[in-house]
């Protein structure tokens, strides 16, 4: 059995995390009526990742809550501009901190030591956000 990299929280935020929320933020912009080119400026991306993103090639590894994705939804509907796109991409990092769902997309990414208590690395909130 191949042993999994150990990443750090940030490094699975950064990697995975991030990509997927972009991905979703740009799918609702999108659905919601923007157009592609006006997105991509919007988030600081090229148009063609918007493509990838709606075919599935890109920002796909993490499959989000439904409860997840209705915060993503509301979020999606206060960006108006770059500064409020950091800031609902940081309001939505911190759900999915504060309510243990970073712990979980973790052990699924990286090589977690035995020994390791979500209590003790500091990725662990002893409230539940959603079960489905």
């Given at each position: 059995m191949t042993k999994k990299t150990i990443l750090h929280p940030q490094e699975i935020e950064t990697f995975y995390v991030i990509p997927a929320l972009r991905k979703q933020l740009a799918l609702q912009l999108k659905a919601?009526?923007?157009k592609q080119k006006d997105i991509a400026e919007l988030l600081g991306i090229n148009s063609a990742t918007i493509s990838q993103y709606r075919s599935q090639k890109r920002g796909s590894q993490i499959k989000f809550p439904l409860c997840m994705i209705?915060?993503?939804k509301i979020s999606a509907k206060k960006i108006k501009d770059r500064f409020t796109y950091l800031q609902q991409t940081q309001h939505l990092l911190n759900i999915i901190r504060e309510k243990n769902m970073l712990c979980l997309i973790h052990q699924q990414f990286s090589d977690i030591p035995q020994n390791c208590n979500p209590k003790d690395i500091g990725c662990y909130k002893s409230y539940p956000f959603c079960t489905t």
């Open positions: 919601d009526g923007l209705k915060e993503i």
